[in-house]
């Protein structure tokens, strides 16, 4: 898998839009590998533990999802969410720098940087799904302010719908993240883009979506049931040596009340009380955890 890996982060490192395509595909296809199950073989026997074990980029697309359950117990799966628990086989840190240097890109004539945008968007979803530690990326300003960017009116309503689903996963289960949104003006980004004329219909709904997630109490994050991962630590160690970048982390790191919020976001829409009588009427994520 490192093999694979390293193969799909050079294409995506490139400057050559053919290549850092193909490395997005490449990414694609091990984590739909991983997710999927041929079916060729039957559980339990050798055959099946090699199909679960061995990604190859180059094989024919498995079609069956495997349940959770199963999941956890893949050895691919498993081997794929230890590498992630490091900085150098990390691949939701690596995909963020190349849509980083996608926007640095510009638009181009014939739509061909957005869809890669798109891909590097729908890929870093399905990784914050599959390994959600690596959601401790967006405690960083630095990434943050790249899903801010991409809800920039100028942009296309497929980039600025798929943001918003990258932001409420990077937001999911992490407080801290989202005291991380609300310190890089991300309010005034999202009801900025709500109150234009310009949005479309479909990206005001995904709005709206995102604005009932946020006013969801917040659930204190009980403590790591084991040792912090690598990844962790090593985010631990860059943020306290960028005291700068990251001011006031720790008064960011606390839970937020659902009247706080509500308060927040006030300041920029006229009628959260509304969004908030809704949102406790309707309950529409009580499955979910902010």
């Known amino acids: ?80 969410f230890r590498l992630q628990e490091g900085f150098e086989w990390n691949v939701v840190t690596r995909v963020a720098d190349c849509l980083d240097r996608l926007l640095g890109m510009g638009s181009s004539k014939d739509g061909q940087n957005d869809i890669l945008i798109l891909s590097s968007l729908s890929n870093i979803q399905g990784l914050l799904l599959l390994h959600p530690p690596s959601r401790i990326i967006f405690g960083r ?21 798929q943001a918003l689903l990258v932001l409420v996963t990077a937001l999911l289960a992490r407080p801290q993240n989202t005291r991380i949104f609300e310190h890089m003006d991300g309010l005034l980004t999202v ?30 994050v009980a403590g790591p049931q084991r040792g912090p991962s690598k990844l962790t630590n090593a985010f631990d160690r860059r943020n306290s040596a960028t ?6 982390g720790t008064t960011r790191k606390h839970t937020r009340s659902q009247e706080e919020k509500q308060y927040m976001l006030g300041k920029y829409l006229s009628n959260v009380d509304a969004l908030v009588e809704d949102l406790q009427e309707s309950a529409p994520f009580t499955s979910v955890a902010c």
């Open 191 to 220: 009801t900025s883009l709500f109150k234009d004329e310009e949005t479309t219909q479909n990206v005001k709904v995904k709005l709206l979506e995102f604005l009932y997630f946020y006013l969801m109490p917040e659930v204190p």
């Open 141 to 161: 300003e630095v990434y943050m302010n790249l899903l801010l960017d991409l809800l920039d009116p100028y942009n296309c309503p497929a980039i600025q719908s």
């Open 243 to 248: 005291a700068g970048d990251d001011s006031g």
């Open 1 to 80: 898998m490192e093999t694979l890996l390293s193969l799909a982060f050079d294409n995506i490192a490139s400057k050559d839009t053919q290549k850092i395509r193909k490395g997005l595909r490449q990414i694609e296809g091990m984590l739909a590998q991983i997710c999927l199950s041929s079916g060729k073989s039957k559980p339990g026997t050798p055959g099946h533990r090699r199909n679960a074990s061995a990604v190859n980029l180059g094989e024919e697309q498995p079609s069956t999802p495997k349940k959770l359950g199963q999941l956890s117990e893949d050895l691919a799966f498993r081997e794929f």
